[in-house]
């Protein structure tokens, strides 16, 4: 009996673990308007980046942008709307 508490409690513990560290590499997207970096800002980020902007819009609560890379091809890519950062891309690879 002691033994499939142990095992038990083992199992949970590391569930949990599991889920906080996914939890903290999640990036949080509830942040107020006032916080947003604009559409102008995110924009120019992207040219000193060296991408060709195409278009940026608001989506589901992020910024997707689409541009293309230096070798001209295209990406769209999901931008968290306070810091600016890459959350999540695709590239086109159709040749």
Same mark, same amino acid.
């Given at each position: 009996?002691?033994?499939?508490? #142990? =095992?038990?409690?083992?199992?949970?513990?590391?569930?949990? *673990?599991?889920? /906080?560290? +996914?939890?903290?590499?999640?990036?949080?997207?509830?942040?107020?308007?006032?916080?947003?970096?604009? #559409? =102008?800002?995110?924009?120019?980020?992207?040219?000193?980046? *060296?991408?060709? /902007?195409? +278009?940026?819009?608001?989506?589901?609560?992020?910024?997707?942008?689409?541009?293309?890379?230096?070798?001209?091809?295209?990406?769209?890519?999901?931008?968290?709307?306070?810091?600016?950062?890459?959350?999540?891309?695709?590239?086109?690879?159709?040749?």
């Amino acid at each position: 009996m002691k033994s499939h508490l #142990i =095992a038990s409690a083992v199992v949970l513990a590391i569930a949990c *673990g599991a889920g /906080v560290a +996914q939890a903290s590499e999640s990036p949080n997207l509830n942040v107020p308007k006032d916080q947003w970096m604009s #559409i =102008a800002q995110i924009s120019d980020k992207f040219k000193t980046e *060296g991408y060709d /902007v195409r +278009q940026v819009k608001i989506e589901k609560g992020v910024y997707e942008v689409y541009a293309l890379d230096k070798d001209g091809k295209r990406i769209e890519a999901l931008v968290h709307p306070a810091t600016g950062e890459i959350i999540g891309s695709e590239m086109d690879d159709d040749d």
